[in-house]
């Protein structure tokens, strides 16, 4: 299982947890068991063409990586990350 | 729990509830804090049941009902979203629901919404899940009708209409894209800006391309409608398909430029629009730091300055078009908030205003809930 840190705006779908685990061989796959495990987590950071969204960045171990192609192994990390500024 | 306003905000959802005479308004919220809360709507057909559009600043766009009047809120299963492309095309995606509107009395659970970039999205249960509207999305003009001028915030689809006498009918607005019409339940659609002016585009004199900021459809008599553009206030008496240009009556020093016009919910010859600074630069604030409501009784033919107990000076907001509503009482009951989280209420048709809420975050959104 591949630990995933959640930032604090998608804990609502976590139950408040901040690290989470989940299947996948891609970063597609572990986003859709991290979805069917937390329904209505995956929109909120993909979008409807597959896209990461603006304000979401994706870190596998320390790599940021922009393409949900990447593959995964049994001992990665996923960081979920909110960028944005401003008030 | 009658007389409820719920107020969307940049950073949350609040509601104000008064009692019976609408005298007494308690503030309660936030939910949601942090949410960026476009519209939140009633349910005419089933008034427990609320839908509202929300995201917040990092993660994308999605929708909540209640069943509870606004108790509880459960997100949607399947967002608004637009289909995924095949290769070749252009992607769409949806980035913020900004419009709400509960659909016809003979299909309960049916509800609209509209988008940025322009998308149709239709929910049968009550808003859990959401199609994309192929017909309109899909329409061959789609790319012409919604190209927009780049503006920052993208084309917003808004002001869905839903005829009353049928589901079939409908209407929709997009800023900037124009008004169209639909007369076979959303598959086929039709621009309607005949009269309307679009002094912005190099050739003001197009059928589509126009910046219509709120439409509006009287309930009581549905072929009346209203339109507050960016250049200027119209009514349109169907069947004929000219927009008159009413704001033509406002005093020249005021103009017709706004955001908001709201119906009266029995007489469909009165409106009250919330006129901005459409000069120079475009400040979109109120008019020389004096702001004031403006009614007409007479269908737009003349128009009355209402003003009383409103700040006399220095007082710069803008009211958003989702952000000004009317009740249904006896004597109605005008609503408005503002960009700088005030709320302001009259319960004379306008005669007399008084603020009922301040230091709210900006009001993007507020509606009266019965």
Redesign the interface.
Same mark, same amino acid.
């Given at each position: 299982m591949i630990t995933v840190r959640v930032?604090s705006?998608?804990r609502s779908y976590t139950a408040g947890a901040a690290q989470v685990s989940a299947s996948g061989r891609t970063l597609a796959e572990l986003l859709g068991n991290l979805d069917r495990h937390h329904?209505?987590m995956r929109? @909120?950071?993909?979008?409807?063409?597959? @896209?990461i @969204?603006p304000?979401?960045r994706i870190f596998i171990n320390q790599r940021e990586v922009q393409a949900l192609t990447e593959g995964l192994g049994a001992s990665d990390e996923v960081h979920l990350i909110?960028?944005?500024s401003?008030g | 729990m009658a007389n409820t306003l719920w107020i969307g905000t940049r950073k949350g959802l609040f509601s104000l509830r008064a009692d019976a005479r609408r005298r007494t308004w308690r503030l309660s919220g936030p939910q949601m804090l942090g949410h960026i809360i476009h519209h939140v709507v009633q349910d005419p057909r089933e008034p427990r049941r609320l839908v509202l559009a929300a995201k917040?600043?990092?993660?994308?766009p999605?929708v909540y009902n209640s069943i509870d009047r606004g108790r509880h809120w459960q997100? %949607?299963?399947a967002?608004p %979203?637009?289909?995924?492309?095949a290769e070749g095309e252009k992607?769409? %995606?949806?980035e913020r629901v900004f419009w709400l509107t509960p659909g016809n009395p003979s299909e309960p659970g049916a509800w609209y919404a509209g988008s940025s970039p322009a998308g149709l999205f239709r929910s049968e249960d009550h808003g859990l899940h959401w199609a994309p509207v192929a017909g309109f999305n899909d329409h061959p003009m789609h790319p012409k009708w919604a190209a927009g001028l780049r503006t920052p915030d993208g084309e917003l689809l808004h002001s869905v209409r839903v005829d009353p006498r049928s589901a079939r009918h409908l209407y929709l607005a997009i800023s900037i894209g124009g008004v169209f019409e639909s007369t076979d339940g959303g598959a086929d659609w039709a621009p309607l800006n005949e009269g309307v002016a679009a002094d912005f585009l190099p050739n003001p004199d197009v059928p589509y391309g126009h910046d219509p900021h709120c439409v509006i459809l009287h309930p009581q008599q549905p072929d009346r409608l209203y339109q507050q553009n960016h250049c200027g206030i119209y009514r349109l008496d169907r069947p004929a398909r000219r927009w008159l240009r009413i704001g033509e009556h406002m005093p020249k020093a005021i103009g017709d430029v706004g955001f908001p016009i709201v119906a009266h919910p029995r007489d469909p010859d009165t409106v009250w629009v919330f006129p901005m600074d459409g000069s120079k630069v475009w400040p979109r604030t109120s008019i020389n730091g004096k702001p004031a409501v403006y009614r007409s009784r007479n269908a737009g033919r003349t128009w009355q300055r209402l003003a009383r107990g409103l700040p006399r000076a220095q007082a710069w907001f803008t009211v958003l078009r989702q952000a000004m509503c009317a009740d249904a009482g006896p004597r109605v009951g005008l609503y408005f908030g503002t960009t700088q989280g005030e709320v302001w209420a009259s319960i004379d048709e306008g005669e007399s205003w008084r603020c009922i809420a301040r230091h709210l975050p900006e009001i993007y959104s507020l509606t009266y809930a019965s």
């Open positions: 930032p705006p998608l329904p209505g929109f @909120r950071m993909i979008d409807e063409q597959e @896209r @969204r304000h979401i909110c960028a944005l401003g | 917040t600043g990092h993660l994308g999605t997100e %949607a299963k967002p %979203a637009f289909r995924k492309v992607p769409r %995606a949806v």
